[in-house]
C-alpha cells in the first residue's frame, strides 16, 4: 500500500495537475453552492470528459470535486436557509441564526475551518484504517443498517427538543412520502393515484429543494427587511469575525473529533450516508453539551459539529470504495463508475497492483480541502455581505435557482411541481410548528429503511430474530432504547433531586 505513496504523489509537481485540482474545486463549488446539484451531478457530467485522461490525473480532478462540494453547500445553508447539498442541513440549525443575527462572517470562517479539520482527521484515520476496514465492512449487514437508519430517525426527532411528537410525525410523514412509487418485491404500484410520473417514486432532489427552499422563498416575499434582520446596523463582518471564526474551531477541538469520528464511522458503512452521519453527530454534541438549550439559535458548536462530519465522512465513504468495491454513498458509485472506465478494478487488487490511484485520491482531497477553504475563507468577509441585501431581492434570486436547481437533474418539468407542491406542502408543517429537518431527511431515510428491512427478513427466512440475535445489531438497538429512553427518565430524576435539595434546605 505504502509503495505508492511516492507514486502518487510525483503528478503533483506538474502544473497540470494542479490545474486539475483547482478546477475539480470551482466545478465542486459552482455545483454545491446552486441549491439541489452536489458531489453527484458535478461527478456525473465531468466523467465523460475524463476517459482520455490518465487515471492518476483523473483522480486528482474527481477528488477536487469531491472535496469541495460540502463546504461550499455549507454557505447556502449559512447564508439563506438553503442546504446546497443534502447533508448541509444541519448547517441550517445553527449557521442561518447566526446570520440572523449578523453573523455570517463569523459562521462560514467556522464551517470552512471545521471542514479541514474534519477531512485532515478523517485521511488520518483513513491511512491507519485500510488494512483493516474487511472486517468492520463484512460486519454491517442489512440488519445493522436498519438500526443504525432507526437511530439516526430517532436522532432526527429527538433534535426538535419543543416537541419530539411532532417530530415523529413529520418524519413519519415524509416515510409515507418516500413509499411512493413501483415497489419491486411486491410487484404492486404504492400510492401513485394511476399517474404513471410518480411509479419512480418523488425524485429526492426536487423534493429536497420544496422542503427548505420553497419556505425560505415565501418567508422572503413576505418581508421587507434584510436576511440579518437589522441590515448594516446588525452586520459584523471584517477580519476579526473571520479569525474569531477560526479560533472558535480551535477552542471546539474535542467537537470536531467526536462529530469526525462519526462520520467516519458511518461513511464506512455502505448505503447509510452523511445525512444520517450529520445528524447523529449533532445529536451527540447536543447531548454532551453542558447547556443544550442554545442548539438551534446559533450554538458554534452545533455549526461545527456539522461541517467537521460531513467532509470526514467523505474521506469513511471511501474507503469501502477502493478497498472492496462497495460504494459507500452514491457519490461514490458515480467514482466507483470513474475507475472502472479507466480500466481499474476497485477492491483489494486496486491495493496492490495501483496504489498510487488510492495515494491520488488521499492527496487530492486534501490539497482540494486546502484549496476550498483558502477560497471560501478568504471570501466569508463578501459573501456575509448577502444578509444585508434587501430580502424582496433575495427572494426572486432563490426562487429562480431553485426551479433551475429541480429541472436540471432530470430535464423533467414534472420535477418543478414536485418541488412546489413538496414546498406548501413544508410551509404548512413549519406554520404548525412541525420540524422540516426531520421531515426532509425522514424522506431520505424512509427508502433506505424500507430495503434494509425486507434484504433482512429475506436473509432470516421471514424471522424477526435476525434483528437482535448479531452482536452488532443488539448492540445498536440497546443504543436506540437508551436514547429514546433517557429524556422520559431525566424529567423525573430532576423532580427528585429538586425535593431533595429543597428538603435538605429546610
Given amino acids: 500500500m505504502f509503495e505508492g505513496l511516492l507514486a502518487g504523489l510525483e503528478p503533483l509537481a506538474g502544473a497540470d495537475v494542479i490545474g486539475y485540482v483547482f478546477l475539480g474545486n470551482l466545478i465542486g463549488v459552482l455545483f454545491g453552492i446552486i441549491p439541489g446539484l452536489g458531489g453527484v451531478q458535478a461527478l456525473t457530467v465531468v466523467l465523460p470528459f475524463t476517459f482520455f485522461l490518465p487515471p492518476v490525473h483523473a483522480m486528482y480532478l474527481?477528488?477536487?470535486?469531491?472535496?469541495?462540494?460540502?463546504?461550499?453547500?455549507?454557505?447556502?445553508?449559512?447564508?439563506?436557509?438553503?442546504?446546497?447539498?443534502?447533508?448541509?442541513?444541519?448547517?441550517?440549525?445553527?449557521?442561518?441564526?447566526?446570520?440572523?443575527?449578523?453573523?455570517?462572517?463569523?459562521?462560514?470562517?467556522?464551517?470552512t475551518i471545521a471542514g479541514i479539520a474534519g477531512v485532515c482527521f478523517g485521511l488520518v484515520v483513513f491511512i491507519l484504517l485500510l488494512p483493516l476496514v474487511r472486517a468492520l465492512v463484512l460486519a454491517f449487514g442489512p440488519p445493522e443498517i436498519f438500526w443504525t437508519v432507526m437511530f439516526g430517525v430517532v436522532c432526527l426527532a429527538m433534535a426538535s427538543r419543543d416537541n419530539v411528537l411532532k417530530g415523529f410525525a413529520a418524519a413519519g410523514l415524509a416515510f409515507l412520502l418516500a413509499f411512493i412509487g413501483y415497489s419491486e418485491l411486491f410487484d404492486v404500484p404504492r400510492f401513485t393515484m394511476g399517474i404513471e410520473y410518480l411509479w419512480e417514486g418523488l425524485p429526492l432532489v426536487p423534493f429536497f429543494l420544496g422542503v427548505f427552499a420553497v419556505p425560505q422563498v415565501i418567508d422572503y416575499l413576505s418581508r421587507r427587511d434584510t436576511i440579518a434582520r437589522g441590515g448594516e446596523k446588525l452586520y459584523l463582518g471584517g477580519w476579526e469575525q473571520m479569525v474569531r471564526g477560526a479560533t472558535d474551531v480551535a477552542r471546539h477541538m474535542k467537537t470536531v473529533i467526536r462529530s469526525s469520528t462519526i462520520g467516519m464511522i458511518?461513511?464506512?458503512?455502505?448505503?447509510?450516508?452523511?445525512?444520517?452521519?450529520?445528524?447523529?453527530?449533532?445529536?451527540?454534541?447536543?447531548?454532551?453539551?453542558?447547556?443544550?438549550?442554545?442548539?438551534?439559535?446559533?450554538?458554534?458548536?452545533?455549526?461545527?459539529?456539522?461541517?467537521?462530519?460531513?467532509?470526514?465522512?467523505?474521506?469513511?465513504?471511501?474507503?469501502?470504495?477502493?478497498?472492496?468495491?462497495?460504494?459507500?454513498?452514491?457519490?461514490?458509485?458515480?467514482?466507483?463508475?470513474?475507475?472502472?472506465?479507466?480500466?481499474?478494478?476497485?477492491?483489494?487488487?486496486?491495493?496492490?497492483?495501483?496504489?498510487?490511484?488510492?495515494?491520488?485520491?488521499?492527496?487530492?482531497?486534501?490539497?482540494?480541502?486546502?484549496?476550498?477553504?483558502?477560497?471560501?475563507?478568504?471570501?466569508?468577509?463578501?459573501?456575509?455581505?448577502?444578509?444585508?441585501?434587501?430580502?424582496?431581492?433575495?427572494?426572486?434570486?432563490?426562487?429562480?435557482?431553485?426551479?433551475?436547481?429541480?429541472?436540471?437533474?432530470?430535464?423533467?418539468?414534472?420535477?418543478?411541481?414536485?418541488?412546489?407542491?413538496?414546498?406548501?406542502?413544508?410551509?404548512?408543517?413549519?406554520?404548525?410548528?412541525?420540524?422540516?429537518?426531520?421531515?426532509?431527511?425522514?424522506?431520505?431515510?424512509?427508502?433506505?429503511?424500507?430495503?434494509?428491512?425486507?434484504?433482512?427478513?429475506?436473509?432470516?427466512?421471514?424471522?424477526?430474530?435476525?434483528?437482535?440475535?448479531?452482536?452488532?445489531?443488539?448492540?445498536?438497538?440497546?443504543?436506540?432504547?437508551?436514547?429514546?429512553?433517557?429524556?422520559?427518565?431525566?424529567?423525573?430524576?430532576?423532580?427528585?433531586?429538586?425535593?431533595?435539595?429543597?428538603?435538605?434546605?429546610?
Wanted: glycine residues 14%; charged residues 10%.
Fill in 62 to 111: 474527481y477528488a477536487g470535486i469531491m472535496g469541495s462540494v460540502g463546504g461550499a453547500g455549507a454557505v447556502t445553508a449559512i447564508l439563506i436557509n438553503t442546504p446546497g447539498t443534502a447533508p448541509n442541513v444541519t448547517a441550517t440549525l445553527d449557521g442561518y441564526p447566526m446570520s440572523l443575527r449578523g453573523e455570517a462572517v463569523r459562521a462560514i470562517s467556522m464551517s
Fill in 266 to 506: 458511518v461513511g464506512i458503512i455502505p448505503g447509510v450516508g452523511g445525512v444520517t452521519a450529520a445528524f447523529a453527530a449533532y445529536m451527540a454534541e447536543v447531548r454532551a453539551s453542558k447547556d443544550p438549550s442554545g442548539f438551534g439559535k446559533g450554538e458554534p458548536a452545533g455549526l461545527i459539529a456539522s461541517d467537521a462530519t460531513i467532509h470526514a465522512d467523505v474521506v469513511g465513504d471511501l474507503l469501502p470504495t477502493v478497498a472492496f468495491g462497495v460504494p459507500g454513498s452514491v457519490q461514490m458509485a458515480v467514482l466507483l463508475g470513474a475507475l472502472i472506465l479507466h480500466g481499474l478494478e476497485p477492491g483489494p487488487l486496486l491495493l496492490t497492483k495501483h496504489p498510487e490511484i488510492v495515494w491520488a485520491l488521499i492527496f487530492g482531497l486534501a490539497l482540494s480541502q486546502v484549496v476550498s477553504t483558502a477560497m471560501l475563507f478568504g471570501s466569508a468577509r463578501w459573501l456575509g455581505k448577502i444578509t444585508v441585501v434587501p430580502v424582496p431581492y433575495v427572494g426572486p434570486a432563490l426562487a429562480v435557482l431553485t426551479s433551475v436547481g429541480a429541472f436540471a437533474v432530470r430535464g423533467n418539468v414534472w420535477d418543478v411541481m414536485v418541488m412546489l407542491v413538496g414546498g406548501m406542502v413544508a410551509w404548512g408543517l413549519r406554520r404548525h410548528g412541525f420540524p422540516l429537518a426531520s421531515f426532509g431527511i425522514g424522506f431520505v431515510l424512509g427508502e433506505i429503511l424500507e430495503d434494509s428491512f425486507h434484504q433482512s427478513l429475506m436473509i432470516a427466512y421471514g424471522s424477526y430474530g435476525i434483528f437482535f440475535n448479531r452482536p452488532i445489531a443488539l448492540i445498536l438497538f440497546l443504543l436506540l432504547v437508551v436514547t429514546m429512553l433517557t429524556p422520559m427518565l431525566r424529567g423525573p430524576w430532576r423532580r427528585v433531586a429538586a425535593a431533595s435539595k429543597w428538603k435538605e434546605g429546610e
